[in-house]
């Protein structure tokens, strides 16, 4: 299973590591065998810190059950009471003001984050930006003493399968560490982990804790953001993920910008191609994305692009598949043009594509709190931007669940990421309004109408 681990400045601040790409050797004789990581080591360790992320969650009531709690939760007996987590993880700083880059699942809904850093001095931190579609967060030290050691950013499209890396965090909780490895893999995707899938993979020794931590190259420079594992045993067994540097920097500058990210919308769903779909189409191999649906008046559709043409590279970087063209297309700023090769009836054409943001809608998201069987969800009036998000038509219309929080009582009635809610009760939902009224309710029973998967699914449960 693939298991998360639980691990304002100027734009000038964020540079990009300026070292040339040295020519790559292995090592040619038993001194060079010899030799150490730790001047890197040593450059690096200072500038990765500990996160300590404190949440308070409401603990369950005596009995567990909503019909007693329904009739004794105002009973001081057996009321819910606050019950206190913490999570530990790994940040790096990435500039000098103390600004620090993470995993988003290690200060998720925390209330009170805090880093430590090599030299063991403690501070409270604040949350600049939280980004959940990268699994990344932006941290702010806040009263900062110093100007802080950083880590330059390397360019991960730099990388190379077999390149050397170290991978430095607080594993376990048991102080700041360091493990070597090679790159296993570049552009892993379809691992379910993030939003854009597109990691580094490595063999460096990756644990619960080290999450948000750095992967460095050889130059000392940051590569990626040490995210999550492959394993059977909650230890690393030599496989670990890491979020690209370039993806990492885009977070980093919107956090430096005042915290707020707009991402390029393409306007297109796309899928994968299998050996029969790339041989129907007279492609050699099944690499690329196959387009299936264009949204009217989207970028896509202003750039000509039509169901049936299949993107092979984006600004001459070749695409695997629809999550590589998703990583790219995330990568670039709002604004900008770029060139996709595209295959369209047995040959290829280049074709410019305008880098817009999503449009703007008038529903907002919603989220769903209280004493409901739908608190922890959150809903939105779907969109198509919306719609592509959540890998819907963009024909779909209706009142879609955005996010379902683990352990809520909307992930106990069965709610997921996706759902579409067509009916509550017996009565249609066409707006946000109507289903944040309803969803307040407490009923004996709920009938719950929903789209999943294309299929429609109705179930009664208990209020």
């Given at each position: ?20 790409q ?28 500990n ?47 103390g600004?620090?880059?993470?995993n ?7 209330t ?24 990344l ?6 009263n ?29 909780g ?7 490895g090679?790159v ?23 644990n ?41 920097r ?18 297109a ?25 264009v ?28 999550e ?10 709002v ?50 931007a ?10 779909t ?5 955005v ?18 809610i ?38 009664i449960?208990?209020?």
């Amino acid at each position: 299973m693939f298991r998360p681990m639980i691990f304002a400045v100027a734009l000038a601040l964020l540079p990009l590591a300026a070292h040339g790409q040295a020519e790559r050797q292995v090592p040619q004789s038993t001194g060079q065998i010899q030799l150490s990581y730790a001047p890197v080591v040593a450059e690096v360790a200072p500038a990765v810190v500990n996160v300590y992320a404190t949440r308070v969650e409401q603990g369950r009531t005596l009995t567990g059950d909503p019909f007693f709690d329904r009739f004794f939760g105002t009973s001081p007996f057996f009321q819910q009471r606050p019950q206190t987590s913490q999570s530990l993880g790994s940040g790096v700083i990435v500039a000098e003001d103390g600004m620090i880059l993470t995993n988003n699942h290690v200060v998720a809904g925390a209330t009170d984050i805090r880093v430590v850093t090599n030299d063991g001095r403690e501070y409270p931190v604040r949350l600049v930006l939280a980004d959940s579609a990268s699994d990344l967060a932006v941290l702010a030290i806040e009263n900062a003493d110093r100007v802080f050691p950083t880590v330059a950013f390397a360019d991960s499209d730099q990388l190379a399968v077999g390149d050397l890396v170290l991978a430095i965090g607080n594993p376990f909780g048991v102080g700041q560490s360091v493990s070597s490895g090679i790159v296993s893999a570049l552009a892993r995707t379809g691992m379910g982990i993030t939003d854009y899938q597109f990691f580094i993979q490595t063999d460096a020794a990756i644990n619960p804790g080290n999450s948000g931590g750095a992967l460095v190259d050889m130059n000392g420079d940051l590569v990626g953001i040490n995210t999550a594992i492959f394993t059977r045993s909650g230890g690393s067994q030599g496989i670990g993920f890491a979020i690209p540097s370039n993806m990492a920097r885009v977070i980093a500058t919107a956090g430096a910008a005042g915290g707020e990210i707009v991402r390029p919308w393409f306007g297109a769903q796309m899928q994968m191609l299998d050996a029969d779909l790339a041989d129907s189409l007279g492609l050699d191999t099944p690499r690329g994305a196959l387009i299936t649906e264009v949204a009217p008046d989207g970028p896509a559709a202003r750039a000509g692009l039509d169901s049936g043409d299949v993107v092979t590279a984006i600004d001459g970087v070749a695409v695997q598949d629809p999550e590589a063209l998703n990583y790219r297309i995330a990568t670039k700023p709002v604004g900008e043009t770029a060139a996709l090769t595209v295959w369209r009836n047995g040959s290829e054409m280049t074709v410019d594509i305008g880098l817009a943001a999503p449009p703007s809608t008038s529903d907002r998201e919603v989220a769903i709190s209280g004493n409901t069987r739908f608190a922890g969800a959150t809903a939105a009036a779907l969109s198509p931007a919306l719609a592509q998000r959540l890998g819907l038509g963009f024909s779909t219309q209706g009142i879609a669940i955005v996010t379902v929080e683990p352990g809520s009582p909307a992930q106990r009635l069965g709610l997921q990421a996706g759902d579409i809610i067509l009916a509550l009760n017996g009565m249609e939902i066409r707006d946000i309004e109507t289903f944040q009224s309803l969803a307040a309710q407490r009923p004996r029973a709920w009938e719950i109408v929903i789209q999943r998967g294309g299929r429609m699914i109705r179930s009664i449960v208990g209020g």
